[in-house]
């Protein structure tokens, strides 16, 4: 991911295919490489707020709003300084064209409102009520005079203490009730400025219907106002992208295309297949245009638009890409990443399962039997967090997933089956018997495996060293086990009551070699 995204602010485009077995995480590196195309834009300037709240307050009022404030964050003592640095103080500076002398201002106003008297021994926390972050009743005494020239309010709203601090003064509250208001309205505002996103990509996701007139342009029918039926050509998806780059040289685009051999790719890009080319971008030494299908109109591709990709390499449904789409593109494959998964503690002998080790394992015995497209990838296990979460995705996914590639004999190899399958999900549940469930009747085959043990419990079969050996009834009831039987996610098991082989750690051990 960094590799791809670090060098977003080049001028030379990128065009990326992820290949890879399913569940290695492709979708999701689209997912997070959109994130490298999206800005936050806040719909209002904070900046802007503070200076409408300060124009046409007076300097005094200024220091007052920065005390409420600092009040509120729980600092009731102030040096001169930390009031020229507030934004308050400097929104002011800003709204009055103030530069200079900054901090004269700040002490002529605090003198000129400052109680004339003594110092006191201030004990702040006394000056304070942090139930409602507003100066409390106390009042207190000074013992030193202010010694200055300025002429003294005869309403005082701040007072210093002996180490050069200044406050707010309590008794001047009701006073302040409406500056309070007006910084809690301030406040409510900046916390509730909304914020969206600006996207600088699109996503798609091709399938077998996609095609030219959705990605490059097409004739699209649209109604008047007064109910007439008109046809106009309108640009697609990657078009619309390439104009929005246009207008927007200093910022990269990307188009976003979640699997991308589902649809036929050359009749989906048509003649776009020589431009998206990083050499025949516009901008660059051998730059391309071409007379789009429709509207004939003269068209490029920025440079500044790059390409990513997905593309499943399991499913034999899909399309192939020719060697001369291919030749446009980086192919990065991803393989499955064990790394990501973590242990589970395992209630039934107080070990842990790991289940890393689980999927290496698996992938060891696929790759040998059935090559590399046969691969699990970790997003299979993503989410278990218990036993019975391994089970039931083990049963309903995995196994599924399996029974695609490989044969029976093969299967009893990958999932190092000796005697009755370890995953299936039974502890002391009675198999239901063929005839009494419809589900199961459907399927001689399988109705015939479930006779078999109907009437027994998985748990008491083990218990008993019944040893039944794999067969192709038994891989086929497998496959309808979800149907057949209560899963052991919906069953209330007590660990310390059981003590079945199929749910201790050194059986899923079995899988890591």
């Known amino acids: 991911m960094a590799d791809l995204t670090a060098d977003l602010g080049l001028s030379m485009p990128?065009?990326?295919?992820?290949?890879?077995?399913?569940?290695?995480?492709?979708?999701?590196?689209?997912?997070?490489?959109?994130?490298?195309?999206?800005?936050?834009?806040?719909?209002?300037?904070?900046?802007?707020?503070?200076?409408?709240?300060?124009?046409?307050?007076?300097?005094?009022?200024?220091?007052?709003l920065v005390f409420l404030h600092k009040l509120q964050q729980g600092q009731e003592l102030l040096k001169v300084a930390d009031i020229v640095a507030s934004p308050f103080f400097q929104y002011k500076a800003v709204v009055n064209n103030r530069q200079e002398h900054?901090?004269?201002?700040?002490?002529?106003?605090?003198?000129q409102y400052a109680r004339s008297?003594?110092?006191?021994?201030?004990?702040?926390?006394?000056?304070?009520?942090?139930?409602?972050?507003?100066?409390?009743?106390?009042q207190p005494s000074y013992q030193t005079p202010f010694n200055h020239n300025s002429q003294i309010s005869s309403q005082a709203y701040f007072a210093k203490d002996s180490s050069s601090h200044w406050y707010l003064l309590s008794d001047s509250l009701p006073l302040l009730t409406d500056l309070q208001a007006q910084l809690d309205s301030y406040l409510a505002s900046v916390a509730n400025i909304h914020q969206r996103e600006q996207c600088r990509y699109v996503m798609v996701s091709f399938h077998q219907a996609y095609g030219y007139d959705e990605f490059?342009?097409?004739?699209?029918?649209?109604?008047?106002?007064?109910?007439?039926?008109?046809?106009?050509?309108?640009?697609?998806?990657?078009?619309?992208?390439?104009?929005?780059a246009w207008q927007d040289p200093t910022h990269r685009y990307a188009v976003l295309i979640d699997e991308i051999n589902r649809a036929n790719v050359v009749q989906v890009f048509g003649e776009l297949l020589s431009l998206i080319e990083p050499s025949k971008r516009m901008g660059q030494p051998h730059a391309m245009?071409?007379?789009?299908?429709?509207?004939?109109?003269?068209?490029?591709?920025?440079?500044?638009?790059?390409?990513?990709?997905?593309?499943?390499?399991?499913?034999?449904?899909?399309?192939?890409?020719?060697t001369a789409f291919r030749r446009r593109f980086e192919f990065v494959l991803l393989l499955p990443n064990s790394q990501e998964l973590p242990c589970i503690d395992n209630p039934y002998d107080h070990k842990q399962i790991d289940l890393a080790k689980i999927l290496d394992g698996l992938n060891t015995r696929l790759?040998?039997?059935?090559?590399?497209?046969?691969?699990?990838?970790?997003?299979?296990?993503?989410?278990?967090?218990?036993?019975?979460?391994?089970?039931?995705?083990?049963v309903k996914?995995?196994?599924?997933?399996?029974?695609n590639d490989l044969s029976q004999a093969q299967l009893i190899e990958v999932l190092n089956l000796s005697m009755v399958p370890w995953l299936l999900p039974i502890t002391d549940i009675i198999i239901t018997s063929a005839s009494s469930n419809p589900v199961i009747n459907q399927n001689k085959d399988v109705a015939y495996a479930v006779g078999q043990y109907a009437g027994q419990s998985m748990n008491h079969m083990l218990s008993h060293g019944s040893s039944l050996h794999i067969n192709p009834n038994m891989i086929r009831l497998l496959t309808k086990l979800p149907m057949a039987i209560n899963p052991i996610t919906n069953s209330t098991i007590n660990p310390e009551q059981h003590n079945n082989p199929f749910l201790q750690s050194e059986t899923w051990a079995s899988l890591y070699d």
Request: net charge negative; aromatic share 8%; glycine share 8%.
């Open 14 to 64: 990128c065009n990326v295919i992820f290949t890879g077995v399913a569940g290695t995480g492709k979708t999701h590196r689209l997912q997070q490489l959109a994130k490298q195309y999206t800005d936050v834009v806040q719909s209002v300037n904070v900046d802007q707020l503070g200076k409408t709240l300060v124009q046409t307050l007076s300097w005094r009022d200024v220091i007052v």
């Open 102 to 111: 900054l901090e004269q201002t700040a002490w002529t106003t605090l003198r």
């Open 117 to 138: 008297g003594s110092l006191s021994n201030h004990n702040p926390s006394t000056n304070h009520n942090p139930s409602n972050h507003h100066p409390s009743n106390h």
């Open 216 to 244: 490059v342009e097409g004739i699209r029918p649209y109604v008047d106002d007064d109910g007439k039926m008109h046809y106009d050509i309108q640009a697609g998806a990657f078009v619309r992208l390439c104009e929005r």
């Open 289 to 322: 245009q071409v007379n789009l299908a429709y509207s004939g109109r003269l068209f490029g591709v920025p440079s500044n638009v790059d390409i990513y990709a997905t593309m499943n390499v399991q499913d034999r449904s899909l399309m192939p890409l020719d």
């Open 367 to 394: 790759l040998q039997h059935a090559g590399e497209q046969a691969l699990l990838g970790q997003a299979y296990f993503y989410g278990i967090d218990s036993v019975a979460g391994l089970i039931t995705v083990m």
């Open 397 to 403: 996914q995995v196994l599924p997933q399996l029974l």
